[in-house]
Protein backbone atom coordinates (compact mmCIF):
# COMPACT_ATOMS: atom_id res chain seq x y z
CA UNK A 1 0.00 0.00 0.00
CA UNK A 2 3.02 2.13 1.14
CA UNK A 3 4.73 1.52 -2.25
CA UNK A 4 1.98 2.35 -4.43
CA UNK A 5 1.26 5.57 -2.32
CA UNK A 6 4.99 6.40 -2.99
CA UNK A 7 4.97 5.12 -6.68
CA UNK A 8 2.01 7.58 -7.78
CA UNK A 9 3.49 10.79 -5.52
CA UNK A 10 6.63 10.57 -7.16
CA UNK A 11 4.92 9.84 -11.07
CA UNK A 12 3.20 12.78 -9.69
CA UNK A 13 6.44 15.03 -9.02
CA UNK A 14 7.53 13.92 -12.41
CA UNK A 15 4.40 14.83 -14.76
CA UNK A 16 4.85 18.34 -13.08
CA UNK A 17 8.35 18.69 -13.28
CA UNK A 18 8.14 17.33 -17.24
CA UNK A 19 4.80 19.40 -18.36
CA UNK A 20 6.62 22.94 -18.62
CA UNK A 21 9.32 21.26 -20.42
CA UNK A 22 6.59 20.26 -22.93
CA UNK A 23 5.17 23.70 -23.43
CA UNK A 24 8.71 25.00 -23.54
CA UNK A 25 9.46 22.77 -26.61
CA UNK A 26 5.70 23.07 -28.14
CA UNK A 27 6.84 25.48 -30.87
CA UNK A 28 10.70 25.88 -32.31
CA UNK A 29 12.27 29.24 -32.06
CA UNK A 30 12.15 31.65 -34.92
CA UNK A 31 14.88 33.53 -36.01
CA UNK A 32 14.68 36.44 -37.85
CA UNK A 33 18.48 37.86 -37.50
CA UNK A 34 21.60 37.35 -35.95
CA UNK A 35 22.57 37.84 -32.53
CA UNK A 36 26.55 38.11 -32.66
CA UNK A 37 27.40 41.52 -32.87
CA UNK A 38 29.25 42.32 -36.81
CA UNK A 39 28.62 39.57 -38.41
CA UNK A 40 26.79 38.34 -41.55
CA UNK A 41 24.83 35.35 -42.53
CA UNK A 42 24.89 34.63 -46.30
CA UNK A 43 22.42 31.88 -46.68
CA UNK A 44 22.02 30.29 -49.94
CA UNK A 45 18.90 28.67 -50.70
CA UNK A 46 17.14 25.64 -53.53
CA UNK A 47 20.01 23.55 -53.96
CA UNK A 48 22.47 21.64 -54.01
CA UNK A 49 23.07 22.55 -57.72
CA UNK A 50 25.28 22.94 -60.38
CA UNK A 51 26.53 26.20 -59.15
CA UNK A 52 27.67 25.06 -55.66
CA UNK A 53 30.92 24.20 -56.03
CA UNK A 54 31.34 28.23 -57.67
CA UNK A 55 29.69 29.68 -54.62
CA UNK A 56 31.70 27.55 -52.00
CA UNK A 57 34.97 28.77 -53.98
CA UNK A 58 33.86 32.35 -53.97
CA UNK A 59 33.60 31.72 -50.16
CA UNK A 60 36.58 30.05 -49.38
CA UNK A 61 38.60 31.94 -51.47
CA UNK A 62 37.49 35.12 -49.32
CA UNK A 63 37.71 33.09 -45.95
CA UNK A 64 34.64 33.16 -44.79
CA UNK A 65 31.65 30.65 -44.57
CA UNK A 66 27.89 30.77 -45.32
CA UNK A 67 25.23 28.28 -44.93
CA UNK A 68 23.33 26.29 -47.44
CA UNK A 69 19.53 24.98 -46.87
CA UNK A 70 18.95 22.24 -49.32
CA UNK A 71 15.83 20.40 -50.68
CA UNK A 72 15.20 16.80 -51.79
CA UNK A 73 13.87 17.23 -55.34
CA UNK A 74 16.77 20.02 -56.52
CA UNK A 75 16.05 22.49 -59.00
CA UNK A 76 15.98 20.95 -62.30
CA UNK A 77 12.68 18.69 -63.02
CA UNK A 78 13.09 15.29 -62.10
CA UNK A 79 16.33 16.24 -59.97
CA UNK A 80 17.02 14.97 -56.85
CA UNK A 81 19.97 15.26 -53.82
CA UNK A 82 20.65 11.35 -53.84
CA UNK A 83 22.50 11.51 -57.48
CA UNK A 84 26.09 11.32 -57.67
CA UNK A 85 26.66 14.85 -58.73
CA UNK A 86 23.82 16.37 -56.05
CA UNK A 87 25.41 14.19 -53.19
CA UNK A 88 29.05 15.42 -54.37
CA UNK A 89 28.12 19.07 -53.83
CA UNK A 90 26.45 18.86 -50.50
CA UNK A 91 29.62 16.93 -49.29
CA UNK A 92 31.50 19.94 -51.08
CA UNK A 93 29.75 22.52 -49.32
CA UNK A 94 29.89 20.32 -45.81
CA UNK A 95 33.65 19.30 -46.43
CA UNK A 96 34.78 22.92 -46.50
CA UNK A 97 33.18 24.07 -43.32
CA UNK A 98 30.07 25.14 -44.88
CA UNK A 99 26.92 24.50 -42.84
CA UNK A 100 24.00 22.81 -44.29
CA UNK A 101 20.40 22.75 -43.06
CA UNK A 102 16.77 22.01 -44.11
CA UNK A 103 14.77 23.34 -46.50
CA UNK A 104 12.05 20.99 -47.22
CA UNK A 105 11.86 17.75 -49.62
CA UNK A 106 9.76 19.47 -52.35
CA UNK A 107 9.57 23.37 -51.43
CA UNK A 108 5.93 23.93 -50.85
CA UNK A 109 4.12 26.46 -48.79
CA UNK A 110 4.16 24.42 -45.46
CA UNK A 111 1.24 26.25 -44.17
CA UNK A 112 -1.15 24.58 -46.89
CA UNK A 113 -0.22 20.83 -46.08
CA UNK A 114 -1.78 18.43 -43.27
CA UNK A 115 0.74 17.87 -40.30
CA UNK A 116 1.32 14.84 -41.34
CA UNK A 117 2.80 16.06 -44.79
CA UNK A 118 4.40 18.44 -42.96
CA UNK A 119 6.39 16.28 -40.95
CA UNK A 120 7.19 14.20 -43.62
CA UNK A 121 8.62 17.51 -45.86
CA UNK A 122 10.68 18.14 -42.72
CA UNK A 123 11.62 14.14 -42.45
CA UNK A 124 12.36 13.45 -45.42
CA UNK A 125 15.45 16.49 -46.19
CA UNK A 126 17.00 15.85 -42.95
CA UNK A 127 17.30 12.51 -43.67
CA UNK A 128 19.46 13.01 -46.97
CA UNK A 129 21.24 15.27 -45.14
CA UNK A 130 22.38 12.83 -42.44
CA UNK A 131 22.99 9.97 -44.95
CA UNK A 132 25.18 12.28 -46.82
CA UNK A 133 27.05 14.14 -44.55
CA UNK A 134 26.16 12.34 -41.40
CA UNK A 135 25.27 15.47 -39.36
CA UNK A 136 21.93 15.76 -38.22
CA UNK A 137 20.70 19.82 -38.78
CA UNK A 138 19.60 21.38 -36.12
CA UNK A 139 18.14 24.69 -38.85
CA UNK A 140 15.24 24.75 -41.04
CA UNK A 141 13.80 26.96 -43.32
CA UNK A 142 10.39 26.86 -44.27
CA UNK A 143 9.91 27.68 -48.01
CA UNK A 144 9.28 30.99 -48.53
CA UNK A 145 9.61 31.60 -45.23
CA UNK A 146 5.71 30.65 -44.64
CA UNK A 147 4.84 29.20 -41.56
CA UNK A 148 2.61 28.59 -39.18
CA UNK A 149 2.08 26.75 -35.46
CA UNK A 150 1.53 23.80 -36.89
CA UNK A 151 5.06 24.93 -38.67
CA UNK A 152 7.12 25.78 -35.37
CA UNK A 153 5.41 22.35 -33.72
CA UNK A 154 7.10 20.23 -36.01
CA UNK A 155 9.97 21.71 -36.38
CA UNK A 156 10.02 21.90 -32.06
CA UNK A 157 9.43 17.98 -32.69
CA UNK A 158 12.41 17.77 -34.72
CA UNK A 159 14.54 20.32 -32.18
CA UNK A 160 15.29 22.40 -35.03
CA UNK A 161 15.31 26.10 -35.37
CA UNK A 162 12.89 27.89 -37.92
CA UNK A 163 15.39 30.38 -39.76
CA UNK A 164 13.60 33.41 -41.85
CA UNK A 165 16.05 36.60 -42.86
CA UNK A 166 16.19 39.76 -42.79
CA UNK A 167 17.91 40.92 -46.05
CA UNK A 168 17.27 40.32 -49.69
CA UNK A 169 17.31 41.40 -52.98
CA UNK A 170 14.10 42.24 -53.59
CA UNK A 171 13.93 45.66 -55.17
CA UNK A 172 10.37 46.43 -55.56
CA UNK A 173 9.15 45.14 -52.55
CA UNK A 174 11.32 45.84 -49.52
CA UNK A 175 15.14 46.03 -49.31
CA UNK A 176 15.42 45.38 -45.75
CA UNK A 177 13.09 44.93 -42.90
CA UNK A 178 14.51 43.59 -40.17
CA UNK A 179 12.93 46.13 -38.38
CA UNK A 180 9.48 44.79 -39.11
CA UNK A 181 9.71 40.82 -39.92
CA UNK A 182 6.21 39.97 -39.20
CA UNK A 183 5.08 42.01 -42.46
CA UNK A 184 7.44 39.24 -43.87
CA UNK A 185 3.70 36.99 -43.47
CA UNK A 186 1.41 39.36 -44.13
CA UNK A 187 2.70 40.52 -47.54
CA UNK A 188 1.94 36.47 -48.28
CA UNK A 189 3.51 33.99 -50.68
CA UNK A 190 6.65 36.02 -51.82
CA UNK A 191 10.31 35.41 -53.43
CA UNK A 192 13.44 36.76 -53.65
CA UNK A 193 14.55 39.30 -55.93
CA UNK A 194 16.81 36.90 -58.13
CA UNK A 195 13.49 34.43 -58.82
CA UNK A 196 11.38 38.08 -59.60
CA UNK A 197 13.30 39.21 -62.45
CA UNK A 198 15.90 41.87 -60.59
CA UNK A 199 18.83 41.97 -62.40
CA UNK A 200 22.56 41.39 -61.37
CA UNK A 201 23.59 45.57 -61.55
CA UNK A 202 20.01 45.79 -59.35
CA UNK A 203 21.16 43.06 -56.85
CA UNK A 204 24.43 44.53 -56.34
CA UNK A 205 23.38 47.88 -55.78
CA UNK A 206 20.84 46.70 -53.08
CA UNK A 207 24.05 45.09 -51.33
CA UNK A 208 25.60 48.65 -51.75
CA UNK A 209 22.49 50.53 -50.44
CA UNK A 210 22.96 47.41 -47.24
CA UNK A 211 26.71 48.38 -46.37
CA UNK A 212 25.43 51.97 -46.57
CA UNK A 213 23.21 51.69 -43.99
CA UNK A 214 25.76 49.51 -42.17
CA UNK A 215 23.72 47.50 -39.94
CA UNK A 216 24.36 45.77 -36.96
CA UNK A 217 24.15 42.34 -38.31
CA UNK A 218 23.34 41.31 -41.51
CA UNK A 219 21.06 37.34 -42.32
CA UNK A 220 20.77 37.51 -46.43
CA UNK A 221 18.78 35.42 -48.20
CA UNK A 222 20.42 34.50 -51.83
CA UNK A 223 20.20 31.48 -54.34
CA UNK A 224 22.91 29.15 -55.25
CA UNK A 225 20.71 28.15 -58.36
CA UNK A 226 20.91 31.28 -60.70
CA UNK A 227 24.19 31.31 -62.93
CA UNK A 228 23.74 35.10 -62.18
CA UNK A 229 23.52 34.87 -58.49
CA UNK A 230 26.03 32.31 -58.51
CA UNK A 231 28.81 34.12 -60.48
CA UNK A 232 28.26 37.78 -60.11
CA UNK A 233 26.21 38.46 -57.12
CA UNK A 234 27.10 36.64 -54.35
CA UNK A 235 31.23 37.08 -55.40
CA UNK A 236 30.58 40.84 -55.24
CA UNK A 237 28.26 40.92 -52.10
CA UNK A 238 31.02 39.05 -49.98
CA UNK A 239 33.66 41.16 -51.26
CA UNK A 240 31.11 43.97 -50.71
CA UNK A 241 30.30 42.61 -47.04
CA UNK A 242 34.17 41.83 -46.21
CA UNK A 243 35.21 45.55 -47.10
CA UNK A 244 32.98 46.87 -45.09
CA UNK A 245 34.83 44.73 -41.97
CA UNK A 246 32.15 42.00 -41.27
CA UNK A 247 32.78 38.81 -40.18
CA UNK A 248 31.19 36.64 -42.56
CA UNK A 249 30.03 33.48 -40.75
CA UNK A 250 27.62 30.32 -40.60
CA UNK A 251 23.85 31.09 -39.11
CA UNK A 252 25.07 28.84 -36.41
CA UNK A 253 27.90 30.98 -35.67
CA UNK A 254 26.17 34.50 -36.20
CA UNK A 255 23.77 32.58 -32.81
CA UNK A 256 26.23 31.49 -31.19
CA UNK A 257 24.76 27.98 -31.56
CA UNK A 258 25.69 24.74 -32.47
CA UNK A 259 24.81 23.81 -36.59
CA UNK A 260 23.74 19.86 -35.92
CA UNK A 261 22.33 18.20 -33.39
CA UNK A 262 24.95 15.78 -33.46
CA UNK A 263 27.49 14.59 -35.98
CA UNK A 264 28.44 10.79 -36.71
CA UNK A 265 30.12 9.37 -39.76
CA UNK A 266 28.06 9.22 -42.80
CA UNK A 267 25.47 6.06 -43.42
CA UNK A 268 27.54 5.54 -47.01
CA UNK A 269 31.31 4.96 -46.20
CA UNK A 270 31.98 5.01 -50.00
CA UNK A 271 30.74 8.68 -49.89
CA UNK A 272 32.81 9.08 -47.28
CA UNK A 273 35.75 7.60 -48.75
CA UNK A 274 35.30 9.81 -51.97
CA UNK A 275 35.30 13.07 -50.74
CA UNK A 276 39.06 12.81 -49.42
CA UNK A 277 39.15 13.01 -53.98
CA UNK A 278 37.23 16.69 -53.56
CA UNK A 279 38.77 18.58 -50.27
CA UNK A 280 42.66 17.98 -52.06
CA UNK A 281 44.41 20.68 -53.43
CA UNK A 282 43.47 21.35 -56.46
CA UNK A 283 40.37 19.55 -56.23
CA UNK A 284 40.76 15.75 -58.42
CA UNK A 285 37.18 15.83 -60.06
CA UNK A 286 38.23 13.02 -62.41
CA UNK A 287 38.79 10.63 -59.29
CA UNK A 288 35.95 11.53 -57.23
CA UNK A 289 33.68 11.00 -60.18
CA UNK A 290 35.18 7.73 -61.21
CA UNK A 291 34.47 6.86 -57.68
CA UNK A 292 31.20 8.26 -57.14
CA UNK A 293 29.31 6.14 -60.00
CA UNK A 294 25.76 5.52 -59.52
CA UNK A 295 26.44 2.31 -58.47
CA UNK A 296 27.82 3.42 -55.14
CA UNK A 297 24.90 5.35 -54.04
CA UNK A 298 22.77 2.66 -51.54
CA UNK A 299 19.72 1.75 -53.49
CA UNK A 300 17.62 2.79 -50.67
CA UNK A 301 18.65 6.40 -51.33
CA UNK A 302 15.73 7.81 -53.94
CA UNK A 303 13.59 10.63 -54.00
ZN1 LIG B 1 13.42 28.17 -51.22
Given at each position: ??????????????????A????????A??V?????P???A??????P?????????A??A???????????????????????????????A?????????????????T???????????SQIDL??E????????????P???F??G?????A?R???????????V??????????P???????P????????????QQ????D?????R????L???????????????P???????G???????V???????????????????????T??L??????????F???????IPST???
Amino acid sequence: MFFVIGLTIILVALACQAAPQQRRQQKAQVVYSCTVPNTVALTFDDGPYIYLPDVVNALVAAGVKGTFFFILQVFDEGGCIYTPAMVSNVLYAYNHGMQVASHTWSHPYLTSLSQDQVVSQMSQIDLAIEQITGALPAFMRPPYGAFNDGVLQAAAARNQTVVVWDFEWVIVRTIYRKSEPLKIFALGPTSSGDSTGASPAQQMASYDALVARRPNTVLSLEHEVYETSAHEVIPYAIQKLKGAGYNLVTVAECLGMQPYQFVSAPMAQQAVSCTKFLISIPPSFTDFFNCMKPGNIPSTWHC
